[in-house]
């Protein structure tokens, strides 16, 4: 608040004034300090339009000691010259006097006086000129008068440069506190991670941990052909409507597809092959090019896959993305039409179901999850499948977790992969375990318009709660 008796009077002093009032006058008229009349003003523009203030850079001089006494006194070369008699005075004696030294050199410059060398007696100090003007002296009263601003910049400066003028308030004349090196600075402003980035990190270091590359996730468009076909999930699947999938109008179709690849796809749908019957139908290369918003990143593991098969000698590899998906969902509090989809993908010779599940148990124990359970289910392109279920203490019951299977040989085999080389995988979304890491309760709190900006601020880093796995026990025979 503006009270206290400096912005009392301030306002007094306004009120009886016309053209206003300078701080530093008012200052010295109350008998304060300065920044004592600084602070009131600033507590009255605080309240609102009460006062209006300008910043004025003025600068007010004053005399030093030496220019105090050469007010009164006259300048060093004025008194130089009064001393000097009609008859001349000799330098010796004139050098002796209080003023001989800085005045004589000062009265050669003005060419009031002069030096004769010829004398008798040695050099001879003699009026050049009947009388003189103290222009010093007149300055330095002008100053006391408070006419300094009449003086031009280059009278002051000349008076400053002999010392005998002085800025009130300059910085070189007053104390300064010393620097604290040790204080803690205000923290700078910057962005804040969203907790749906944080769990991220956290995901994406855990796969790292073990072992995986990062796929390309970069194309949220994706043909129909890598999104459904390719997988080996048939043209006539409810999963391909527009009810659960989003189609694009422009543009509707993908150009290019590897189409000796294509040919592959095609026949294992309409014909079978690969020791499978297929699915018996008229399969449309049309339907395959349609774009899509991708409904499962499932597509770009599809992409790498192929990219690995065609690379001689086979090379085992693991994979995994965290990317963005589009499905048409009914909206509610756990459900949006866009989410993101954590997939892993091991591609070696030979794995097995027993190699998923123990990969499985590693990954989640890496989230402190340690209880689990594996139930069969059906996928398209994995057999056999299961749903990963984890028991929550919370709940007090066991969780869907995640979705895991192996990639089916109808799916594999046309992209060129040896017969005997498995692909296991498994994914599980990003927003479950962000909801229940952080307390939310429904979706559209953390995705969407109705995010709450201070939550995104104040979330606290992310940290799953991994515990180690104890080591594994050996039974006595």
């Known amino acids: ?44 523009q605080a309240l609102g339009k009460v006062i209006e203030a300008e910043l004025r850079s003025t600068k007010r001089w004053e005399l030093t000691s030496e220019g105090e006494e050469i007010a009164q006194e006259g300048s060093h070369e004025a008194r ?22 800085v005045g004589f050199s000062k009265a050669m410059s003005n060419k009031w006086i002069r030096v004769d060398k010829s004398t008798a007696d040695g050099p001879r100090v003699f009026r050049v000129v009947d009388s003189m003007e103290d222009d010093v002296q007149r300055r330095l009263q002008m100053v006391q008068w408070g006419q300094a601003e009449k003086l031009g910049e280059k009278e002051r400066s000349e008076l400053r440069k002999r010392k005998l003028l002085a800025e009130v308030g300059s910085w070189r004349d007053r104390p300064f506190k010393p620097y604290n090196f040790l204080a803690q600075g205000v923290l700078p402003d910057s962005g ?22 990062e796929m390309p996730t970069d194309n949220f468009i994706e043909s129909s052909f890598w999104n459904f076909d390719a997988l080996f999930q048939p043209q006539q699947h409810p999963a391909r409507d527009q009810h659960d999938t989003f189609f694009l109008r422009d543009p509707a179709e993908a150009l290019q597809l590897p189409m000796d690849y294509v040919q592959r796809v095609k026949r294992t749908h309409s014909q079978g092959g690969y ?121 007090k019951k066991w969780v869907e977790v995640g979705n895991s299977g192996v990639f089916r040989p109808e799916m594999l085999l046309p992209m060129g992969l040896p017969e005997n080389v498995s692909v296991i995988a498994w994914g599980l979304s990003l927003e479950r375990p962000t909801m229940i890491k952080y307390g939310i309760n429904n979706i559209r709190e953390l995705v969407g318009h109705k995010v709450n900006l201070q939550m995104v601020y104040d979330s606290p880093l992310c940290r799953l709660d991994a515990k180690p796995r104890p080591p594994p026990t050996q039974e006595a025979a």
């Open 275 to 395: 020791g499978s019957q297929g699915y018996k139908y008229t399969w449309k290369l049309d339907e395959a090019r349609k774009n899509l918003l991708r409904t499962h990143t499932t597509s770009a593991s599809a992409r790498v896959l192929y990219r690995l098969a065609q690379k001689k000698p086979f090379t085992p590899a693991k994979y995994f993305s965290i990317d963005r998906v589009f499905r048409n969902e009914t909206l509610d509090a756990t459900h949006l039409a866009e989410f993101h989809q954590i997939e892993g993908v091991v591609a070696d010779h030979g794995l097995t179901l027993g190699h998923l599940m123990g990969i499985l148990r590693e990954f989640f124990s890496k989230l402190g999850i340690t209880q689990l359970r594996f139930k069969p289910a059906y996928n398209p392109y994995t057999e056999p499948s299961m749903e990963v279920f984890s028991y929550h203490p919370g709940l």
């Open 80 to 101: 130089v010259f009064r001393s000097i008699p009609p008859e001349g005075l000799a330098q010796s004696e004139l050098m002796r006097l209080p003023s001989g030294k």
């Open 1 to 44: 608040m503006a009270d206290g008796p400096v912005a009392e009077l301030l306002l007094r002093r306004l009120e009886a004034s016309d053209g206003g009032l300078d701080s530093a006058d008012l200052a010295a008229e109350l008998g304060v300090e300065h920044q004592a009349v600084v602070g009131a003003v600033k507590s009255l």
């Open 192 to 213: 804040h991670l969203h907790p749906l980035l944080k769990v991220r990190s956290q995901f994406r270091q855990i796969f790292l941990e073990m072992g995986f590359t």
